[in-house]
């Protein structure tokens, strides 16, 4: 099953000095503002976002719907389909999406080792 694009959420400490490290390791600027604390970059297909104040962990995330240059994909399997199925399958949902909602929402679930994966469906 496809779960989208995939990137790194960063958390960092310092959301400028740790921009001008990863351009120094040739990633760019994809997404996001500097001043509200998050920026998505990308470096040939590997994509991470920089979160400052806005994540407890670093964390993987996927987006449903996008691919790896956050542009919209044709088809896609929507989070609330992804939810459905891992419900199923007996994962523990935290922040479950409103089954009965259409469009951007997200859930996270937790690996054995406490990885948190996050779902971010943006279309």
Known sequence: MALGAFSNSL???DI???LSFYEKLGFTKLAGELDQGWLILTNDGCV??????MLERNTMTFNPG????GQPVGEFKDIRELQAQYKADGLEI??????SSKGPASFIVVDPDGNPILFDQHV
């Open 94 to 99: 935290l922040n479950e999406v409103d089954e």
């Open 48 to 53: 991470i976002g920089l979160f400052q104040g």
């Open 16 to 18: 400028a000095v740790s």
């Open 11 to 13: 958390n960092v400490s």
């Open 66 to 69: 996008w691919d790896q240059n």
